[in-house]
């Protein structure tokens, strides 16, 4: 039996999604929860095996949880279910800890495929994430810049392109303010940007936050 835990903050997606694992004699679902906070809590005293997580979420986003499940939980394994395309964030999810990327068009067999394939402790690559790994690697397709940032770059960004100010990131993330700055800094250099408005047009234009 794969127990499977499901965190998005939409309530009807998190049902459709139940009805549909439900089906499935080997999967049971463990919980359910509509932002980051609930999911790890629920994650300290119920059973889990893969983690159906999404990226844009109340509060602490998909990335903030993945990397607090990899510092607490190391063997659980994180599917990424989401609404943003491969494009956006597919590779720079699964090189900072992610098991496997889908997004929610997905189909129903392609779902059960991917949390059984991760559950057994090997990577789910959908067929446009290997198209974006092979092309990367022929030279095809040039590395996109926010691919190489580290779990907490991406964190860190993200919040920045959102508008969140260097004080509350630091309040949210338990670091100094100096900390983030630094953050912030490292950032605009590796993205080649000035500002934090910049930052956040970079985000818009790789579809990595909505307007």
């Known amino acids: 039996?794969?127990?499977?835990?499901?965190?998005?903050?939409?309530?009807?997606?998190?049902?459709?999604?139940?009805?549909?694992?439900s089906e499935d004699a080997s999967i049971q679902i463990s919980f359910e929860a509509g932002n980051g906070d609930d999911a790890l809590a629920q994650l300290r005293t119920l059973p889990c095996d893969v983690l159906l997580l999404d990226i844009s979420l109340p509060g602490k986003s998909?990335?903030?949880v993945l990397r607090s499940v990899r510092q607490r939980y190391p063997d659980l394994k994180v599917l990424i279910l989401t609404g943003f395309p491969e494009?956006?964030?597919?590779?720079?999810m699964m090189r900072n800890g992610a098991n496997g990327?889908?997004?929610?068009?997905?189909?129903?067999?392609?779902l059960l495929r991917a949390i059984r394939i991760v559950s057994q402790g090997r990577r789910y690559v959908s067929e446009r994430t290997a198209e974006l790994l092979a092309?990367?690697?022929?030279?095809?397709?040039?590395?996109?810049?926010?691919?190489?940032l580290s779990d907490r770059e991406l964190q860190v960004f993200l919040r920045l392109?959102?508008?969140?100010?260097?004080?509350?990131?630091?309040r949210e993330l338990n670091l100094s303010v100096k900390t983030i700055s630094t953050y912030?800094?490292?950032?605009?250099?590796?993205?080649?940007?000035?500002?934090?408005?910049?930052l956040a047009t970079y985000a818009m234009r790789h579809g990595l936050i909505t307007e």
């Open 161 to 170: 392109a959102r508008g969140e100010s260097v004080s509350d990131i630091a």
């Open 62 to 64: 998909g990335v903030d």
């Open 87 to 92: 494009e956006s964030y597919a590779l720079a």
């Open 1 to 21: 039996m794969i127990q499977v835990a499901i965190v998005d903050d939409h309530q009807i997606v998190r049902t459709g999604f139940r009805e549909l694992l």
């Open 135 to 148: 092309d990367e690697m022929s030279g095809e397709r040039s590395v996109v810049l926010h691919e190489g």
């Open 184 to 198: 912030r800094s490292r950032l605009t250099e590796k993205l080649n940007v000035a500002s934090n408005a910049e």
């Open 101 to 110: 990327y889908l997004c929610k068009d997905c189909e129903a067999d392609e």
